[in-house]
């Protein structure tokens, strides 16, 4: 079965700071992977996917095959960066998302 | 831009009661989601829909719940006699038009309370 792990719970930089959120998948197979991201009192929307290979927001992500990993970077995180982060991952075959558990980011000024 | 509205935003029922989520998707979009997130866990599939019918369910989708596309533009998921634990943000997504495209636009969100 699919499973995404998003080893923290919390993560919290200042402002200007590295930013990475971790994100692990198990599928054997060739898996669709994708960020959401909820900010502060607003809904769950795309932040970014695998295939499209782009940046939003100054975030990236890199599909890592070999350590079966989609983690988020931005080299100088922002206060407006706040929210919450998933991580989900779809399987050729299904129609669902499977989603982690999340990682509310913290920027403080 | 569009989007998925839903309502209620938040309804709190009696155990056993029947509850009608509803969602009015994004209009040209042909796929239609419902997932559903318990208080400090992941948010979890629930069932798509496709074509006026259910094109995947997950185990959590028991008989209790159903789900509708009544009149072209609503879609709605029943909870034919609520437990205390189905309460959570139960969320409406669409994706689409074209298959595979897997970029789900997502609903405010309506949060459920069985007391």
């Known amino acids: 079965a699919q499973r995404v792990t998003q080893p923290e719970k919390l993560l919290s930089v200042f402002k200007g700071a590295p930013v990475e959120l971790k994100c692990n998948y198990s599928?054997?197979?060739?898996?669709?992977l994708f960020w959401y991201v909820q900010y502060s009192r607003q809904r769950l929307q795309l932040l970014l996917r695998?295939?499209s290979r782009e940046s939003i927001k100054g975030f990236t992500a890199d599909l890592n095959k070999g350590e079966t990993s989609f983690h988020l970077k931005k080299p100088f995180a922002q206060e407006e960066d706040s929210a919450m982060y998933y991580c989900?991952?779809?399987?050729?075959?299904?129609?669902?998302?499977?989603f982690g558990k999340g990682t509310k980011l913290t920027v403080n000024p | 831009e569009p989007e998925v509205t839903q309502t209620p935003s938040h309804q709190v029922t009696q155990m056993g009661q029947e509850v009608i989520l509803r969602c009015v998707p994004i209009?040209?979009?042909?796929?239609f989601y419902w997932y559903r997130q318990i208080l400090g866990q992941k948010v979890e599939f629930l069932v798509s829909?496709?074509?006026?019918?259910?094109?995947?369910k997950s185990e959590i989708f028991d008989d209790q719940f159903s789900v509708e596309r009544p009149d072209g533009s609503n879609f709605t998921l029943k909870i034919r006699s609520t437990k205390l634990e189905d309460s959570a943000m139960y969320f409406c997504?669409?994706?689409?038009?074209?298959?595979?495209?897997?970029?789900?636009?997502f609903g405010a969100g309506s949060r459920l309370t069985v007391l």
């Open positions: 997504a669409s994706s689409g038009p074209f298959r595979g495209a897997n970029v789900l636009t």
């Open positions: 599928y054997s197979g060739s898996p669709e």
């Open positions: 695998h295939i």
């Open positions: 989900a991952s779809h399987q050729g075959g299904s129609e669902k998302l499977v």
């Open positions: 209009s040209n979009h042909l796929y």
């Open positions: 829909f496709y074509n006026n019918e259910i094109s995947e």
